[in-house]
């Protein structure tokens, strides 16, 4: 996604040579990139799990209830 589809509108920070050392923008557009990083977040792990081992809910539950004494 381009800062274009985000429409972040950013304003640039720059340094006495005119080089750009910061960005500024508005707090819903923070937002918009926050939730973007997470999603983003959320299918790289989904993907790093793919292959790990899978244990049955009922398996789970079984070794709770003995580790509890119930």
Do not use: C, Y
Request: charged share 35%; no cysteine; proline share 3%.
């Amino acid at each position: 996604m381009t800062t274009n589809a985000l429409k972040l509108n950013p304003h640039f920070v720059t340094n006495q040579r005119g080089r750009r050392t910061g960005v500024l923008i508005d707090m819903k557009s923070w937002r918009r990139l926050q939730e973007l990083i997470e999603d983003i977040e959320d299918v790289a792990s989904i993907d790093e799990s793919r292959n790990e081992e899978t244990v049955p809910l009922e398996q789970v539950l079984r070794e709770e209830r003995q580790k509890r004494g119930l």
